[in-house]
């Protein structure tokens, strides 16, 4: 008997006919003689909603009080899925965060799991149940405080779930087939994956793609928990995102003895440029301004400083941060004018980013040029760019970035003859 754990996204349970849906898919697991464990997020756009309602009420919602109401989302879903469970004769029990065991750090809105003892769901699977967690949330270990895991957190705690009760596999449904060469709703002629290696999972995770968290990624590598990304709508074969090959499992699909050069392309369009104009170009500048922004946690991913010029040599260093940071790191920057001596500061929004990953980039040359020959040839303008081992990613006007992914798509012979099916969901 194997024990699978399944993870249902919002479009997946956004009414009660989705719900009665994925509880039929969820007995189909079990009546096939496996054990299910379940972490369901809220339905549809509720925690969007629940969040547009906090702050009508107020302008800054306590942290804690935040977290009470988001966990609210995935508790209708729990519950009402397990009636629905029920109903098509399969006992099942649902479990809050708390219930289930996931110890959290303190760190309301993103916290992070410190410890996983799911003992209350593994009685519940051996006295014949199918266990239902609410996902994203658990409970601070000392103030025991409800916590959540930060936006998207329900695959994280699905992971987590499969590695703590060292589950076959844990398969994370969604709207759409799998993993694809690039957002279906922004390309439709984007291409399904077979299977993605975690280290271009993470890449593409950490550069915007939003089927999986980064970090339920991160987990499943380090636990070497083997994910199947799939859609709730279909029984399609999804993509499969391989760690090491793990011991007991091993999916139908043959590792492919050459990786492929490109695995796909992910976007970004909630990025934010800061530029410090006019700072003292000596050493201690850079990390007196670095370390001011990362003691209140701001999150910098691309930094670039240009050519000095004068007698006394200034220069401009500009950097990119997720854009909900964006006001939170100019008024650190405005209150430290003094201290760093910069002549001005400069912010814009407007700005997107657009990476390309692959893991034969290692090995293969040209990639670059093929990349940025699709950008000029579209008109687009790269303002900033970076690059790791498997990745180029450069930033570019937001307005650009839809044009510039289909492009790139295009340049890589990536488009496939018809169209990826995206099943439901708002893109929200
Ligand atoms: N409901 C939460 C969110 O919308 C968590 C999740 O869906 O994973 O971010
Ligand atoms: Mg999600």
Not at 84 to 109: L, N, R, Y
Request: net charge negative.
């Amino acid at each position: 008997m194997s024990l699978i754990v399944q993870k249902f996204g919002g479009s997946s349970v956004s009414d009660a006919d989705g719900i009665r849906r994925v509880a039929r898919r969820v007995a189909e697991t079990r009546n096939a003689g496996n054990d299910v464990v379940v972490v369901v997020s809220a339905m549809g756009d509720t925690t969007d909603d629940l969040l547009d309602l906090a702050i009508e009420v107020a302008r800054k919602p306590p942290a804690r009080e935040l977290d009470m109401l988001l966990t609210a989302g995935e508790r209708i879903s729990m519950a009402l899925l397990a009636m629905a469970i029920s109903e098509v004769g399969v006992p099942a029990q649902s479990f809050t965060g708390s219930q289930a065991g996931m110890i959290t750090d303190g760190d309301h809105g993103a916290a992070k799991l410190v410890e996983v003892n799911p003992f209350r769901v593994r009685e519940a699977l051996d006295a014949g149940n199918i266990a239902i967690i609410a996902g994203f949330q658990g409970v601070h270990r000392s103030t025991k405080d409800i916590t959540t895991l930060g936006r998207g957190g329900s695959d994280t705690t699905a992971v987590a779930l499969a590695a703590a009760l060292n589950a076959d596999v844990c398969e994370i449904y969604s709207d759409v087939d799998g993993v694809y060469t690039a957002d279906p709703r922004i390309v439709p002629s984007a291409q399904k994956l077979d299977r993605v290696s975690s280290e271009e999972m993470l890449e593409l995770a950490a550069n915007g793609a939003k089927i999986l968290h980064l970090r339920c990624v991160e987990y499943a590598r380090r636990f070497n928990v083997p994910l199947h990304v799939r859609s709730s709508f279909s029984h399609n074969e999804g993509t499969w995102v391989m760690p090491t090959p793990h011991e007991n499992f091993t999916p139908q699909k043959e590792i492919p003895l050459e990786q492929p050069l490109i695995s796909g392309i992910a976007h970004d369009r909630t990025q934010a440029k800061i530029t410090v104009v006019g700072v003292p170009d000596r050493p201690g500048i850079a990390s007196r301004i670095f370390r001011l922004l990362a003691d209140s946690k701001v999150n910098v991913d691309m930094i670039v400083q240009n050519v000095s010029t004068g007698d006394r040599p200034m220069t401009d260093l500009s950097f990119t941060l997720d854009e909900s940071q964006g006001d939170l790191a100019m008024n650190l920057l405005r209150a430290a004018e003094e201290k760093i001596g910069y002549t001005s500061l400069d912010y814009d929004d407007q700005v997107g980013k657009i990476s390309l990953v692959g893991a034969g980039m290692k090995t293969n040359t040209g990639v670059s040029f093929k990349f940025f020959e699709a950008l000029a040839n579209a008109d687009i303008n790269v303002d900033m760019i970076s690059t790791s081992e498997v990745r180029i990613s450069v930033i570019t006007d937001v307005s650009k970035l839809d044009t510039a992914v289909r492009a790139i798509h295009t340049a890589f012979g990536l488009d496939a003859d018809n169209e990826a099916t995206v099943y439901g969901g708002t893109g929200r």
